[in-house]
């Protein structure tokens, strides 16, 4: 982002939204990773302005606040895509073949680790084990999870989505 | 009043092969036979055998279906639960005997087993305590709270019941040091972080029966003398999350928690708090840290969180599994409980058992079993009649157990012993196809990337191993680089600050150990004897075999095959780039590697 659409970022924010949010954590302890948790599930990731809001309210720098977003696979930067497809790169999972399975789906997106297709559809993440490893190799996509999964299986699967 | 009560496992893995399609799809065929007033459908934690499912049980005759579909439902409503006619086609089939078998506890899978913490798994609905405790549950909190603290501990000392979360530290002893620690506040926390890749009993425990936790985590509580406890569990799990906050809600409402717990006089809080995806944060001072809401990174020990733990104040921090089983030991004793194991190691551990076996699941064993009987009979053996060639036990800060150790006692003592660890209880298994270096390389890239990068020896060293191990699997290994790898496995092994950093070497260190002609192969040969490592692999069409339809003559992008219609094709060498595209498009199986 440059200079300026960053600026006119921070001056359309809507920093109310943070504020009600902020609500329920105010003057209490241990809260930077839950109130990072209810921001990033208001708007999907973590905006900037809302982070530095978020310093400002606890009187705390906002190198503290972006070391906390920054340390957690969690917590995201940038706005990501309607879905998410998150490949486990476990040790079941890598032991059954996963890497196949891996590098099809980024060649069906046309996308990276992290990165987010054109038409904001799909977000391709990899994960360390969902915890279904008796059906490796496995992927979630949102919140379903797909397991046994072949290269072949992929571009039927993501026609659902 | 139900006649039946069909129990479908609704663990993460077999609602992922379609639970829920099932259900409804029953639900409606109940319906249509006017039977939804006699036939009671449960759905449960998980059963372990989640290769199978899902899973459906009928009782009370147990007939074990499983691998069911929603399809299936219409055949199984008519010709079983009206007509009496078994549906032999959805029994489980003995790969060995090629038999079926209707009840559960004929497969070996099960009939090898001791399920002590698993008791309820797959058995209760999980989200209803009377379930809990009409199977004994909340007994042993209830003697507990008769006791004096310091009993407590003793029972627990004399248990021999030793933390499941990796180190297997004694838990009597945290007890006491928690217990022994001056202060009015004090805190128990539950580690239920679970990172190691390849691993999910405690998800299993907390999604099929939470209350098991919450009842250890109270006794914890009242041993040393704590009235509040945080559970620690990774957002990843969210249907473990929900469930243990339903199991909360309902323990408060019996007045198991809250104020003046079983008129005992004593409180008990317990607090929900979501990970947020870091594996150093199962490492119980970064997990303080996390709690706290700080980046997750460890804190030197001493001083030791039973002394200044959670915001200073002395706190205890157990594993999921290690609190499972404390409500056993209260309940029936620490010599019923002691009875079971090693000399060293006491009880049961649960393994997620996975990779190339044909049985994978959760299985539960008394300590000491060995590896051969989890692998071939519990797993049932090898997948596609391969032939076994590791077991990785322990996750990242594990090793690699060959063949020659196969009947190695599973325990805390001889697994350490082997170089490998126990661990969380993964146990990955491997056959010829895996290749020993790409495994290393796998798990160092695993913690090089987990790193939190406050100590030099983990931040730095994990990053110059994996270079090398890359360089290898590339197959422009150096001759000096295996001692290389070695002296720098003890450098970062020696001197890092925390758990993470002083295990990460263990996995390149075990496969060097018992493997360690395959890293030469790779950096003298230029050979990847498994064949998996794809710069070292040599391409050919094998002229028996192709049909000669060009497709892969198409496929490749370095325009190194050549052929006419119909006749063999040929891969030039010099000019393949080890792609294999070729392979992949080839529908014969011509193209093969050597
Ligand atoms: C890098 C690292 C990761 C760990 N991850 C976990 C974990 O996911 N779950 C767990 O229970 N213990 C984990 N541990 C062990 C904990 O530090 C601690 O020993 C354990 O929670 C104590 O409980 P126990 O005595 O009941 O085993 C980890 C340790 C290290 C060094
Ligand atoms: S390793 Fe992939 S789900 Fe566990």
Redesign the interface.
């Known amino acids: 982002m440059s200079e300026e659409t960053a600026k006119a970022a921070e001056k359309s924010f809507d920093y109310d939204r943070v504020e009600t949010l902020l609500q329920e954590f105010l003057h209490k302890k241990g809260v930077m990773v839950p109130i990072l948790q209810k921001i990033q599930a208001e708007f999907g990731y973590l905006p900037r302005p809302a982070m530095e809001y978020v310093a400002k309210r606890l009187r705390i720098p906002v190198s503290k606040v972006f070391g906390v977003a920054t340390f957690y696979a969690q917590f995201h930067l940038h706005p990501r895509g309607k879905n998410i497809v998150r490949v486990c790169r476990g040790t079941a999972c890598h032991v059954r073949g996963v890497s196949k399975v891996a590098e099809k789906m980024q060649e069906i997106l046309g996308v990276g680790v992290g990165q987010t297709t054109e038409d904001m559809n799909f977000t391709y993440e990899e994960v360390a084990c969902i915890g279904a490893c008796g059906l490796a190799p496995v992927m979630m996509i949102n919140d379903q999870t797909y397991g046994k999964l072949t290269p072949e299986k992929l571009k039927g699967i993501l026609k659902n989505y | 009043m139900y006649e039946r009560h069909i129990l479908i496992c609704a663990g993460?893995?077999c609602?992922?092969?379609g639970t829920r399609e099932v259900k409804e799809a029953l639900e409606n065929e109940l319906i249509k036979h006017n039977l939804q007033d006699k036939v009671r459908i449960i759905l449960s934690g998980c059963h372990g055998?989640?290769?199978k499912?899902p899973i459906f049980i009928v009782y009370p005759e147990d007939i074990f279906y499983c691998e069911v579909k929603a399809e299936d439902m219409p055949e199984l409503v008519e010709e079983y639960l009206v007509k009496g006619n078994i549906v032999e086609r959805l029994l489980y089939k003995d790969p060995t005997t090629a038999g079926t078998v209707t009840s559960h506890e004929e497969i070996p899978f099960y009939s090898r087993q001791k399920r002590q913490v698993l008791r309820n798994c797959g058995v209760i609905d999980p989200e209803n305590i009377d379930e809990y405790i009409i199977r004994g549950g909340y007994i042993g909190l209830k003697k507990a709270l008769g006791m004096e603290p310091l009993e407590i501990v003793n029972t627990v000392k004399s248990s021999g019941l030793r933390g499941r979360g990796g180190a297997g530290f004694p838990t009597g002893m945290k007890w006491e040091f928690a217990h022994r620690s001056p202060g009015d506040k004090k805190y128990v926390v539950c580690n239920a972080d679970?990172?190691?890749?390849?691993?999910?009993m405690d998800?299993s425990v907390l999604e099929g029966d939470p209350h098991a936790v919450l009842e250890g985590l109270i006794i914890a509580g009242r041993a040393i003398g704590s009235d509040e406890a945080y559970i620690y569990v990774r957002?990843?799990?969210?249907l473990a999350v929900r469930r243990l906050r339903t199991a909360i809600a309902q323990a408060e409402e019996y007045g198991l928690i809250g104020q003046n717990i079983l008129n005992s006089g004593a409180n008990f809080k317990i607090n929900i708090?979501?990970g947020?995806?870091?594996?150093v944060c199962g490492e119980e001072t970064a997990l303080l840290a996390?709690?706290?809401?700080?980046?997750?990174m460890p804190r030197p020990r001493p001083p030791f969180p039973a002394v200044k733990g959670l915001?200073g104040k002395p706190t205890c921090i157990n594993n999921v599994e290690t609190l499972a089983n404390v409500p056993l030991i209260l309940r029936n004793g620490a010599d019923w409980y002691s009875a079971v194991g090693t000399e060293g190691s006491k009880g049961t551990k649960i393994f997620?058992l996975?990779?190339?076996v044909n049985n994978?699941?959760?299985c539960e064993v008394p300590m000491g079993i060995s590896l051969r009987e989890i692998v071939f009979d519990i797993g049932g053996g090898i997948r596609g009649g391969k032939k076994y060639k590791a077991v990785?036990i322990g996750?990242p800060s594990g090793g690699c157990i060959p063949e020659s150790l196969l009947d190695l006692p599973v325990d805390f003592d001889s697994l350490t012993a082997a170089g490998a660890m126990m661990g969380s209880g993964?146990m990955?298994?491997?056959d010829e196809d895996?290749c020993m270096v790409d495994?290393a390389r796998?798990?160092l890239s695993?913690t090089q990337r987990?790193s939190?990068g406050k100590c030099t020896p983990c931040r730095e060293g994990t990053k110059r191993m994996l270079e090398i191990l890359e360089r290898i699997t590339r197959g422009k290994g150096e001759p000096e680089d295996i001692p290389r790898l070695e002296k720098l496995a003890v450098a970062v092994k020696d001197s890092s600050l925390c758990g993470l950093g002083q295990t990460a070497p263990n996995p390149v260190l075990t496969t060097l150990r018992y493997f360690r002609d395959e890293y030469e192969a790779h950096i003298f040969d230029r050979r990847c004897p498994a064949g998996l490592c794809r710069d070292l692999l040599t391409y050919y069409i094998d002229a028996e075999v192709c049909t000669g339809c060009r497709s892969c003559v198409k496929a490749c992008p370095a325009e190194a095959i050549s052929g006419e219609k119909k006749e063999p094709h040929a891969i030039d060498e010099a000019k393949c780039i080890s792609c294999g595209a070729c392979f992949?498009r080839c529908k014969f199986g011509a193209v093969k590697t050597k």
């Open positions: 993460t893995g609602i992922s092969s055998f989640c290769e499912g679970e990172g190691d890749p390849g691993a999910f998800r957002a990843e799990y969210p708090k979501e947020a995806g870091a594996f996390s709690i706290e809401g700080e980046r997750g915001w997620a996975t990779g190339k994978t699941g959760l990785q996750g993964g990955v298994v491997m895996t495994l796998y798990f695993f987990e939190c992949d």
